[in-house]
């Protein structure tokens, strides 16, 4: 049973979130999580490195002088490679390094990543984060009273808040997320997650992964 206390915006403890990690996942596959992660820096490399080939150059393809009797070396066009100016042997063209692997693989890493969040305590549960609207000194006022200021954040959220996220760009060690939105790149890739108790009981039902149930509150 995995026990976390509650706190609210003002960093309180106002009261303790059980559940059952098995809830998450039965466990942490390492490799599946390194080859998610990998799948993720793919998708996000810009493949648009181009250079020219001897096709691209501009210029005659005409020989640069005969083939016999100039006593130098024979020569091609004003292109070829070996020339100032002449194009790429091996012009570098553009690639698309994107892939996808199965969709029940990539659920399950982001709730396996989920549960090492929870294992390793780098998780802090919020009773709630209401912002009526957008001002970044509620946000960054919370992350102070938590003690989360020197830390890569990940806040999670129930449901897409332009006034949380509007409230949250400008604070540059914060990103935010809907629960539909998680991923295992982006909950790997933050130090702490902070979630809030509507959404770690739509974590656990239905959201993200396979369903659970609601959580309980002491």
């Known amino acids: 049973m995995i026990s976390v206390p509650i706190h609210d915006t003002a960093g309180a403890e106002v009261g303790t979130y059980k559940f059952d990690p098995s809830e998450l996942a039965s466990g942490i596959n390492k490799q599946l999580l390194h080859d ?3 799948m993720y820096e ?3 490399r810009v493949g648009t490195v181009k250079t020219k080939s001897r096709g691209d150059v501009q210029g005659s393809t005409k020989k640069l002088y005969r083939q016999k009797g100039t006593g130098r070396a024979r020569a091609g066009s004003s292109r070829t490679p070996v020339r100032r100016g002449g194009g790429h042997a091996f012009a570098k063209v553009p690639i698309d390094w994107s892939y996808r692997l199965p969709k029940k ?3 399950l890493a982001t709730r396996m990543a989920l549960l090492s ?7 802090t549960v919020i009773d709630d984060l209401a912002v009526a609207a957008p001002k ?3 946000v960054a006022s919370a ?3 938590l003690g989360l200021t020197t830390k890569t954040c990940l806040l999670a959220i129930s449901e897409d808040d332009q006034n949380i996220w509007k409230s949250s760009r400008n604070i540059t060690n914060l990103q935010v997320s809907p629960v539909a939105g998680l991923n ?3 909950l790997l890739h933050q130090r702490q997650l902070i979630v809030t108790k509507a959404a770690l009981d739509r974590i656990r039902s239905r959201e993200v992964g396979n369903g659970g149930t609601a959580g309980t509150e002491d």
């Open 36 to 38: 998610v992660v990998v």
């Open 42 to 44: 793919s998708n996000r």
């Open 184 to 186: 295992a790149y982006d």
């Open 117 to 123: 969040k929870f294992l390793d305590n780098e998780v």
């Open 136 to 138: 970044t000194k509620i």
């Open 143 to 145: 992350l102070k009273a």
């Open 105 to 107: 693989a990539v659920k």
